[in-house]
């Protein structure tokens, strides 16, 4: 079992930053792929960023590319998500995702086997 746990979440307005940590922890956590995703109110839970256990590839939702940054630190069971130029449309709850497996697609829900209890972030215009 693996529990995630998010930080780093809170009120910015537009244009402001956030960093994001989510921290990992349980038997032999070795996390294969981490992602994080994002549910606005009213909306379905969305992909936002994911990245595999060495860091060489990452993937970005179009909305958030060139804005937000996914990386991990193995060494701390460690996933962050930084987040520049935040947008109004960026509020929402932030979860940690992780699976053991190496498995696609990167940007679906289901790939994911552990979660995370999510985190607020709200952007102000």
């Known amino acids: 079992q693996v529990q995630l746990v998010e930080s780093g979440g809170g009120l910015v307005q537009a244009g402001g930053s956030l960093r994001l940590s989510c921290s990992a922890s349980?038997?032999?956590?070795?996390?294969?792929?981490m992602g994080w995703f994002r549910q606005a109110p009213g909306k379905e839970r969305g992909f936002v960023a994911a990245?595999?256990?060495?860091?060489?590839?990452?993937s970005y939702a179009d909305s958030v590319r060139g804005r937000f940054t996914i990386s991990r630190e193995n060494a701390k069971m460690a996933l962050y998500l930084q987040m520049n130029s935040l947008k109004p449309e960026d509020t929402a709850v932030y979860y940690c995702?992780?699976?053991?497996?190496?498995?696609?697609?990167?940007?679906?829900?289901?790939?994911?086997?552990?979660w995370g209890q999510g985190t607020q972030v709200t952007v102000s215009s």
């Open positions: 995702a992780s699976t053991r497996r190496d498995e696609r697609p990167w940007d679906q829900g289901r790939t994911y086997d552990y």
């Open positions: 349980g038997l032999a956590v070795i996390v294969a792929l």
């Open positions: 990245i595999p256990y060495f860091g060489s590839s990452t």
